[in-house]
């Protein structure tokens, strides 16, 4: 098994076993806040396993090819996920970064990708 | 009866598709919308059938004038780091003299999405790379940063990000150790906007840029360049740039 997989399958485990021990309070588990109710694109358990896979499939048909449907696209999932209180995907709760820090998987997205949606004038986080 | 009803409703159907068609095309006589003839569906690929282009009337360019380089800056979020000599440039204003006869130009220059784009060919990556529309951008997902493309580009449109960045626009990412140059504002056209310079020079009155597809005769650009005498920046390389000047 290659070692890309072997870790996306160990960060896999490392989420399961913390869906497994919600039932105990002494084991740390990432903070799942989801402000916006509703569908996802996909199901809760499709999209913890493979939304590397359709970030990635998404950004090069939206870069080479200029395809941009809302979808797959990081700026939707980040549109829908951001915290109200901070208005972002990342920082200690945010939705993505609190998952990642928990499995240790680098989130390099937003060294360029905004990790904040655009606001209209005069709207609040 | 029954199939009176048919025919009328297909009767009905074929006029309805007809006049939605001609309605493209002849919304007003002589008056042709560059969105309709442009318009592409969100989850269509770019086609090579266009290509992309700017047009630079550098009688109307004034000297001093920046407005399309603020509009560019605000568009893609760059912003002054404090550090000029490397700050990201995507267009600058470069002011020329004609020594014989005294003659001066005021131009903006940006990258100019060659045909046959030098930053493409030394790009060690495949991080360079031209869009089928005829524009030149960087998948910063490839870009390892080496800045061969900076060498390499004769137009000195390419510029390296040295810091962290923050609060980018959502539409334009860009981050630390990435190469980058102008995009033609490639988010607006895939939603058949202009790009952000062009915008700001024609709302400020100057109607010094035009930009349009050149391959489709129609477009105001195709019919400008075919009618006025224009030129490249450094024509004798045969790269074929995108963006052509007027009254150079």
């Given at each position: 098994m290659h070692l890309h997989g072997l870790v996306r399958l160990s960060a896999c485990l490392a989420l399961a076993s913390a869906a497994l021990a919600f039932a105990s309070d002494r084991v740390p588990k990432p903070v799942i806040n989801i402000d916006k109710p509703g569908k996802c694109v996909e199901d809760t358990a499709t999209m913890r396993r493979e939304h590397p896979d359709m970030l990635k499939h998404q950004r090069d048909l939206t870069v080479h090819e200029g395809i941009r449907t809302r979808e797959h696209s990081l700026k939707e999932c980040v549109g829908c996920h951001a915290?109200?209180?901070?208005?972002?995907?990342?920082?200690?709760?945010g939705f993505c970064q609190s998952c990642h820090d928990y499995a240790s998987v680098r989130l390099d997205c937003f060294g360029c990708h905004a990790s904040k949606p655009k606001l209209t004038n005069g709207a609040k986080p | 009866m029954s199939t009176d009803a048919n025919e009328a409703l297909s009767r009905r159907g074929f006029l309805a598709i007809s006049a939605a068609t001609l309605g493209g095309v002849m919304l007003a006589p002589g008056i042709r919308l560059i969105e309709i003839a442009g318009a592409r569906a969100p989850e269509q690929a770019v086609s090579r059938q266009v290509r992309w282009g700017l047009l630079i009337d550098t009688n109307k360019c004034a000297p001093g004038c920046d407005d399309c380089v603020k509009a560019c800056a605000t568009e893609n979020g760059i912003k002054d780091t404090g550090h000029p000599r490397t700050d990201a440039q995507w267009i600058r204003k470069v002011e020329l003299k004609d020594?014989?006869?005294?003659r001066t130009h005021s131009v903006p220059v940006m990258c100019q999405h060659c045909e046959h784009p030098p930053c493409v060919d030394v790009c060690p990556t495949g991080a360079s790379f031209k869009r089928a529309d005829g524009i030149v951008l960087v998948d910063r997902h490839t870009c390892i940063g080496c800045r061969y493309c900076m060498m390499a580009c004769p137009y000195k449109a390419r510029s390296i990000v040295f810091q962290e960045i923050t609060d980018q626009n959502p539409d334009v990412p860009r981050g630390n150790g990435c190469a980058e140059g102008c995009t033609l504002c490639v988010h607006r056209i895939d939603h058949d906007r202009q790009p952000a310079c062009v915008e700001a020079c024609t709302r400020a009155g100057h109607n010094a840029m035009i930009f349009g597809d050149l391959n489709d005769p129609q477009s105001e650009i195709a019919q400008r360049v075919a009618k006025y005498a224009s030129t490249h920046i450094r024509a004798d390389l045969k790269l074929n740039p995108g963006v052509r000047y007027q009254g150079l």
């Open positions: 915290s109200r209180k901070t208005g972002s995907v990342l920082g200690e709760n | 020594l014989r006869s005294g």
